[in-house]
């Protein structure tokens, strides 16, 4: 006979996984931002009050000036969310030991944090694709200058919002097109092996403090029907300005608004009638906050 679940083992279980699978691309696209409230509102940052150039002078004895806003204030609701698996009385019998109904019960959270963690990411990556419409197309041959590029990129948006991109976001065959790329290897003079890695490339683009992330991730179409796996962010590549301090307030193109910091809390588990359902839940909204702030390739490799 099995024995009950461990409820507290079985949450910290799932937290440590929770801090592995977290949705690594999701938090790196759209920063976490903790609202402490399920409702609220943001600014606007579509308006142009951010760019005006007041008359700040103040004549002796005189007043300041009043700055001039056209700023609007956007109400976000939160979308709470919540996955569960079944685990069949029959099964946990059969594993016939309380070592058994453990791994049995880890094997299943185990799976359940996986699938949360791609629905966080997919549902990131919808929210954002919908906020800043289609992609423009590039073709990336063997001797396209992609690091010029990716800085014509930068500059149309510091151009147009003051702000210089500082992350780019590679799918796995952009980047390997980009790092294999001849006049990438080139800014490599002197090297018997040209090797550029992910964490120093961005010292190659128009703002050289750009932070920069390879999506490995995979997503497949539905159980019953035929398998079509496919890198989470098709053939996109994502330049785009965050604040180095994200908030509620601050003008990055993208947020993850969450009323806490970590998303999951762990694991719930209650009994049904012939077995145990394991449930896990969070509250979030993935948000275009400033949609000029960023752009996205579709790439095409030759």
Known sequence: MATSANISVLNQFAKGLFQDTSSPVADFLAPVVPTGAAEFSIIDYGQRSGFQTPD????????????????????VSLQPYALHDMIDNHELDRATTGEGSRILREARVRNLVSQAGNSRLNETLNALRTGLGSPGGQTWATSTDVISAIDEKMKEIADSIGLLPNRVVFNLGAWEAFKNNSTVIDRYPGSVTAAPQIGGIGSLFLNPDTQCMVSTSVFDSKIRQASAKAN??????????????????????????????????GVRVVQKDFGEKVITEWTEAAFVNNAAAATRIAVTVS
């Open 56 to 75: 700040a002078r103040r004549a002796i004895g005189g007043d300041s000036s009043a700055v001039v806003t056209d700023g609007e204030r956007i109400n």
């Open 232 to 265: 989470a962010l098709t053939s996109d590549v994502w330049i785009y300005y965050s604040s180095d301090s994200v908030d509620m307030f601050d003008p990055s193109a993208f947020k993850t608004f969450r009323v806490r910091n970590n998303p999951f809390g």
